[in-house]
């Protein structure tokens, strides 16, 4: 194997594939990358058995081959390299690196002895504006469930073209909030559901981020399967295997009217409630939100054994009755935070009851959140 290549080119790829790579006990060869050099092109791979990442680097190959080495090493290494031409040869069981006045040997192992990983099992495929979906996951993939209690909570329900919407519709529960938002598809139609590990949108999320502005693309390909879901964007590709089980029927938990609508300014609030937070029980995060109908304000308040008392009131148009209705300030914080209209329209029937945050003047994303039992 050798190839030569620029020092952006590499480190670009090695920035997509080497996250994924980590130590394992039984396998320690997951902690490598596995360096493909074709005929024009060299393919880097990272795989922790769930999840599988692919990164085309363009390089001038002269010798095809294949090898791999520790993800952090190499990289560390790379990244410290000049912005100048990189030389890479296979020497017996080293991988030889130089660049300028550099020069450097990794020890590795073979390649027969990294895990094969599948390829897309290309069955049901869309396209979709890539912006819009980094954005529609940032909205929802927070609300899963942290734990794997019930699997199927610590994923992102993807469903497509179904009865409830001729789009991509993303929901996410915890059981104590409810992110869900919906989408266009620009091709494809067919119907499929499925639940997608959060901790594989994280790292999706990770690597729309790394693309390179205005060279990218703003469509990315998407793949589902039985057991699998893939997308390819830009240089690279990535799969992931699917949970299995049936996403709970969220839509009964949405209530179909509210008795109170409030609507305030965002950046305003979240201070309120950050304010509110410093006086609040650790652990059950409780601030009271008062919504008054002739004063047209919010009140915000928390009270704690601890550290004190807190109060202070906030101005929004408020229009139905009086009511009142204590939450977690944490979850509040975080559907506020991934809103990106100035206005927030806050609906609430009473204190038993869940609440609506939404975006004002915008369609497609709701964020419920269940009250605290008093």
Known sequence: MKFTCTKENFSHALDIVSGLANK??????????????????????????????????????EKAGSFTVPAKTLADFVHLLGDEQVDVE?????????????????????????????????????????DEFK???????????????????????????????AGLVLAATDSYRLAERTMAVEQGKD??????????????????????????????????????????????EMTSRLIDGKYPDYAQIIPDK?????????????????????FTTIGV??????????QNTIGVSSTSAQTGEHSSEIDAEITGEENSTLLNHRYVLDGLQSMDTEEIEFKVNSGDSPCM???KGKEGYIYIVMPIRQ
């Open 24 to 61: 394992h006990v039984n396998l320690p060869i997951l902690a490598n990358i596995l360096i493909n050099a074709e005929e024009s092109v060299v393919r880097l791979t990272t795989t922790n058995l769930e999840v599988a990442i692919k990164a085309n680097l363009r390089a001038k190959v």
């Open 90 to 130: 296979l020497q017996e069981s080293e991988l030889s690196i130089k660049c300028a006045s550099s020069a450097t040997k990794i020890k590795g192992s073979p390649a027969d002895e990294y895990p094969i990983v599948p390829g897309i099992e290309e069955k049901h495929a869309y396209a979709l504006s890539v």
């Open 135 to 165: 954005g529609a996951l940032s909205q929802t993939v927070f609300a899963a469930a942290k734990n794997e209690i019930r699997p199927e909570l610590s994923g992102v329900y993807f469903g497509l073209f179904t009865e409830h919407y």
């Open 191 to 236: 119907e499929a559901k499925c639940i997608v590990p959060a901790r594989t949108l994280y790292e999706m999320i990770r690597l729309f981020g790394l693309s390179r502005g205005q060279q990218s693309e703003n469509t990315v390909r998407l793949w589902l399967s039985e057991n699998q879901i893939a997308i390819r964007y830009d240089d690279f």
């Open 258 to 278: 509210f008795k109170t609508t409030a609507v305030f300014m965002s950046g305003a609030m979240i201070n309120k409630i950050k304010a509110a937070s410093l």
């Open 285 to 294: 995060n409780a601030v009271v939100f008062d919504l008054n109908k002739d």
């Open 357 to 359: 945050f939404k975006p």
